[in-house]
Nanobody
Framework: QVQLVESGGGLVQTGGSLRLSCAAS????????MAWFRQAPGKEREFVAA????????YYADSVKGRFTISRDNAKNTVDLQMNSLKPEDTAVYYC?????????????????WGQGTQVTVSS
């Protein structure tokens, strides 16, 4: 079993930046593909970014390309999401997710472990 805990959410102005962190328990973190998803009120959960086990492969939703950066530190069991040039439409609860088989996927249903989420609010 793996537990994930997100942190770093908050209120930021349009054009500002936030850095989200996801801390994972367990001893096999490096075997997980990791991803960030987000869900805004009244909308479905959507893919934001993903990173392969070694960190060599990065994937982003078109809506965040050029603004967000996903990274991981396998020695610390953490995954971060650096969010720059934030827009009001980025407002959502952001969730960290892990695929225990190490497979990158863009569907939330394919991830095995989830954090509790952290709120990001971008004011206009």
């Amino acid at each position: 079993q793996v537990q994930l805990v997100e942190s770093g959410g908050g209120l930021v102005q349009t054009g500002g930046s936030l850095r989200l962190s996801c801390a994972a328990s367990g001893r096999t973190f490096s075997s997980y593909a990791m991803a960030w998803f987000r869900q805004a009120p009244g909308k479905e959960r959507e893919f934001v970014a993903a990173i392969s086990r070694s960190g060599s492969r990065l994937y982003y939703a078109d809506s965040v390309k050029g603004r967000f950066t996903i990274s991981r530190d396998n020695a610390k069991n953490t995954v971060d999401l650096q969010m720059n040039s934030l827009k009001p439409e980025d407002t959502a609860v952001y969730y960290c997710a892990a695929n225990g088989q190490g497979y990158i996927n863009f569907k939330s249903s394919e991830y095995d472990y989830w954090g509790q989420g952290t709120q990001v609010t971008v004011s206009s």
